[in-house]
């Protein structure tokens, strides 16, 4: 952008001095220079014009791409959350059923110790 405003600008420097330094009328100097004072204006609006619409595309580019990645990552960080809810509740109900093993095996292990035995229906030492 910056070579294009240098262009612009000497542009509109060399077009002044060349009227100023061409042998002609004062007024029609002064015609001349507004005149060409009012194309470099258009000029610079047109590329202003330009380049705003340049920038506002490429933001709402760059927007819905971020937008679109955003739902992706959610998305997919939503699957593997569950994953790991199910992993986790796979692995809870391993633990309580080695616990509740641990548990009966305890017990027939200190009735058997103090010479007593476990009735297996209903888990209750006689």
Do not use: C, H, W
């Amino acid at each position: 952008m910056s070579n294009f405003s240098d262009i612009l600008l000497g542009t509109a420097i060399g077009a002044a001095l060349g009227i100023l330094f061409a042998p002609d009328k004062g007024e029609n100097t002064r015609r001349k220079l507004r005149d060409e004072a009012l194309k470099a204006k258009d000029k610079i609006e047109e590329s202003a014009s330009e380049i705003k619409e340049q920038v506002s595309s490429t933001v709402n580019t760059k927007k819905a791409n971020l937008e679109s990645q955003l739902e992706e990552v959610m998305s997919n960080m939503s699957y593997k959350a569950e994953d790991v809810i199910s992993t986790l509740e796979e692995k809870l109900s391993e633990l309580k059923a080695k616990n509740k093993q641990l548990q009966k095996d305890g017990k027939t292990e200190f009735a058997t110790a103090n010479g007593a035995s476990i009735d297996k229906n209903t888990n209750k030492t006689i």
